[in-house]
């Protein structure tokens, strides 16, 4: 049984979904399909899930919503008009978006996440209508009614572990094919939780260990995941296969094809992930696997990303080697300010904390050095926003001793200064730090040395 998983793009317009109805039909193994909310037909459109964000927003302040709520409805109508649908289909999807107003919600935290939800949820009930019109048994299937509990806050859901034990007794129907609306949980409350980061993705990864799938085929508008950014080299080298780790760490790290949390229950539950693509769906795709199925990989390196979203605090203290206590005492700073790092490359005087700037502002990083300063005084303190981070991954890193000399010479031969290396403890990822002027050109240097002049 495979659960397969579309996302907005492949599902935005009657031209897009009639290939993801083709899709399905092609495999009677695809038993679970999971939508997301029709996301923009041009670079210019605006994405349903934004269209209903403004919905919310406008109820929250007592506006008049009769326009956004026909420009909403209007999306799901020309996808219903051009499968020539009943008028029943759109007055049921009318019927609940209108209810929303209605409704009393524990507070605007909740409201805001059950109008986002419905992106996912009309486009579920919508392409369950097309499937039966197409001679294809499909049943919609609300997520409470399985039991898909989530905690956490109302925009930020994590997924309950009586989910699975909900999921592994739930018997699918025979001969019919399950729509399953992605992005959404229900609390123990039963008020909608939404999923903050690769929602769709994460409810596809979900069902795919709780239903134990062969399969979790993951459909996109790209043929596979590249080795590289196309924005950084053009057409680059796919990735035929890699490992949920190599993919964790990519995904990390810039790769846009998955959220790096998104595919962990898959992990947990050892399912096999394809991404592939909705307009061209006999390309292989890529195939996300156990590190244990990949063998002998040919090149050491599978991917490179890189991201210029972080920034750097630098101290350096003589004797730091020697001195008992002092990373906690940093710890606890940062635990003041409700911090997390992303990574801490130190030396004997020497110490570089690595932070995702999305969770800073100056005052905080004001105060923050502030009490560093005061506390643990250091001989130099640097606070560094020009900061970004290559990560090289690859299984076969592991089980090379020249990777990371090929990768020092690509960029000192090339004046790209490196401000900080470091081999991650799994050995299949090796991290740079750059300025961010310098991280696309020290990218394509990486990918020219590994994949084009690995090639001649």
Request: a negative charge.
């Amino acid at each position: 049984m495979k659960v397969i998983k579309f996302g907005g793009s492949s599902l935005a317009t009657g031209v897009q979904v009639a290939k993801a109805v083709s899709i399905i039909n092609a495999d009677v193994e695809r038993r679970v399909i999971v939508t997301s909310a029709p996301g923009k037909r041009t670079p210019t459109d605006v994405k349903v899930t934004d269209l209903l964000i403004q919905y919310a927003q406008q109820v929250i302040a007592h506006h008049e919503t009769d326009k956004i709520v026909m420009q909403i409805l209007t999306r799901y109508q020309a996808i219903s008009d051009y499968f020539e649908l009943n008028t029943a289909v759109m007055t049921a999807l009318t019927n609940r978006l209108c209810a929303l107003t209605t409704k009393s919600f524990t507070d605007q935290d909740y409201l805001l996440a059950a109008f986002k939800a419905q992106g996912e949820l009309l486009n579920a009930i919508l392409l369950t209508a097309i499937l039966n019109q197409q001679g294809i048994p499909a049943k919609f299937v609300d997520p409470q009614t399985v039991g898909f509990l989530v905690s956490g806050t109302p925009n930020d859901a994590s997924v309950l572990p009586a989910t699975y034990a909900n999921l592994a007794s739930w018997q699918l129907p025979a001969n019919v094919r399950i729509v399953f609306p992605g992005f959404f949980g229900y609390s123990q409350t039963g008020d909608i939780s939404t999923f903050a980061r690769g929602g769709s993705d994460i409810t596809g990864a979900i069902l795919s260990r709780g239903l134990r799938a062969d399969l979790y085929e993951n459909f996109t508008d790209v043929d596979a995941i590249f080795t590289v950014d196309t924005r950084i080299v053009s057409h680059p080298a796919m990735i035929a296969k890699m490992s949920y780790r190599e993919m964790r760490e990519l995904s990390y790290a810039g790769f846009s094809v998955f959220q790096d949390e998104a595919i962990i229950p898959a992990i947990q539950g050892q399912i096999p992930v394809n991404v592939k693509n909705t307009n061209n769906p006999t390309a292989p795709g890529t195939l996300i696997v156990p590190e244990q199925f990949l063998f002998n990989p040919a090149n050491p390196i599978t991917g490179i990303a890189c991201s210029d979203r972080f920034s750097a605090l630098y101290l350096h203290r003589y004797l730091l080697n020697k001195e008992v206590g002092f990373t906690l005492k940093l710890l606890e700073i940062f635990q003041k300010y409700g911090l997390s790092y992303e990574h801490m490359p130190s030396g004997i005087d020497d110490l570089t904390i690595i932070f995702d700037q999305r969770k800073l502002d100056p005052p905080t990083i004001h105060h923050l050095c502030r009490d560093i300063r005061t506390t643990l005084h250091p001989d130099y303190l640097e606070w560094i926003d020009d900061y970004a981070i290559i990560m090289v991954v690859g299984e076969g890193i592991a089980h090379t001793i020249d990777t990371m000399g090929k990768i020092i010479d690509s960029l000192t031969q090339n004046n790209i200064a490196i401000h900080m290396i470091n081999q991650g403890a799994s050995r299949i990822s090796i991290m740079i730090g750059t300025q961010r002027k310098d991280a696309p050109a020290a990218v394509r240097h990486i990918y020219d040395t590994f994949f084009v002049k690995s090639e001649v």
